[in-house]
């Protein structure tokens, strides 16, 4: 069943990037081109013109968690409704933890990068933007209150849904929980996945110029910097990667023992 969720976070991620593309980008860009030809076969299934795009996308991500609850369902023997909300926590959490990538890497991002840059830059500032214009404060600054509200606005979200399932006693831990908590767990077990593979990337001298090898190194830099300082290369050997997974998990579990506590 995780295999199947894996497919549909990353099919998710393809159509939230076709949200954010322009015609002409689906046809002349070669991003772009890839994108179109693997969610064409939704469009074209659906017979719907291409100006309601903007509508359709968002109703189709939510189908397809959808789609999944009912599929676990039936091969689970679980009632409906159970599935079918713990499938809208995983699609919550899911769009939390890659809204929050993109506001993070859109906000230190150029636009004038073009490439895969610009849409992570782009999808970052689907929420931000909102952010600017309720609250009034500069498109730069308002990007911290928008991971905020972003993290708030799952955590009550989930823990609404929660109530479904759990009694009105737990409901202040779910919340508390899912204040970031999850979504920082999250984050970091994805960190140590880039480090691993930029570790194996590593061994294979991949072009520095390619776009998807240079969105690995600018996320795990940060973290593979301040390591290299505590403790420098010994000649060829490079143990940053390695101290930096170590570090990574410890803090994980510790999270996720603490709060597995309350």
């Not at 609404?160 to 929980?177: K, M």
Request: with cysteine; net charge positive; proline share 6%.
């Amino acid at each position: 069943m995780e295999i199947i969720l894996s497919i549909i976070k990353i099919y998710s991620v393809l159509l939230l990037l076709r949200y954010v593309m322009s015609p002409q980008e689906l046809v002349f860009n070669s991003l772009g081109r890839g994108i179109a030809k693997l969610t064409n076969p939704i469009f074209n299934l659906l017979k719907l013109p291409k100006s309601s795009e903007a509508v359709v996308i968002p109703s189709v991500v939510i189908a397809l968690f959808l789609g999944y609850g009912l599929i676990r369902s039936v091969a689970l023997s679980s009632p409906v409704i159970f599935e079918i909300i713990l499938a809208l926590q995983s699609m919550l959490n899911f769009l939390t933890l890659f809204f929050i990538v993109c506001v993070v890497l859109g906000s230190i991002t150029a636009p004038s990068y073009g490439g895969l840059p610009l849409y992570i830059f782009r999808l970052g500032k689907l929420w931000v933007k909102p952010v600017h214009n309720f609250t009034k404060i500069r498109a730069n600054k308002a990007v911290i209150p928008a991971l905020i509200l972003l993290i708030i606005l799952n955590a009550l979200l989930w823990g609404g849904l929660g109530l479904f399932i759990f009694n009105h006693e737990a409901l202040p831990i779910l919340i508390v929980q899912n204040l970031g908590i999850n979504i920082l767990v999250a984050i970091l077990h994805y960190l140590v996945f880039l480090i691993i593979v930029r570790a194996l990337l590593s061994w294979f001298n991949p072009d520095p110029r390619n776009m998807l090898v240079q969105l690995v190194y600018y996320i795990t830099e940060p973290v593979l910097s301040p390591m290299r300082r505590i403790i420098p290369p010994i000649g060829m050997l490079d143990l940053s990667a390695f101290i930096a997974i170590i570090v990574l998990g410890i803090m994980a579990g510790a999270l996720k023992q603490f709060f597995a506590l309350m």
